[in-house]
């Protein structure tokens, strides 16, 4: 797909690394699926993959981590 925010790149999927914050926790999930601009670096989430990033986070805020550091396993 082009690139929405620079207008000149095509993005390539790749695996990213995404750090959360949520109610005092920090996770930092690596390993993620996303569609990475080739020319700015955007990085694109679908839908599927987002909600289940936040669904981590707020289990990880539900019972108290600080920092957590996981690689994103898909369901």
């Not at 797909?1 to 695996?15: D, F, Q, S």
């Not at 839908?47 to 990880?60: F, I, R």
Request: hydrophobic residues 40%; aromatic residues 2%.
């Amino acid at each position: 797909m082009k690139c929405v925010i620079c207008k000149h790149g095509v993005t390539k999927l790749a695996r990213v690394t995404v750090t959360l914050e949520k109610g005092g926790a920090t996770i930092i999930l690596k390993s993620v699926p996303a569609e990475v601009c080739q020319n700015c670096g955007e990085q694109y989430i679908d839908a599927e993959t987002s909600a289940k990033l936040m669904k981590e986070a707020q289990e990880a805020a539900r019972v108290g981590v600080e920092v957590e550091v996981r690689t994103y396993v898909a369901a």
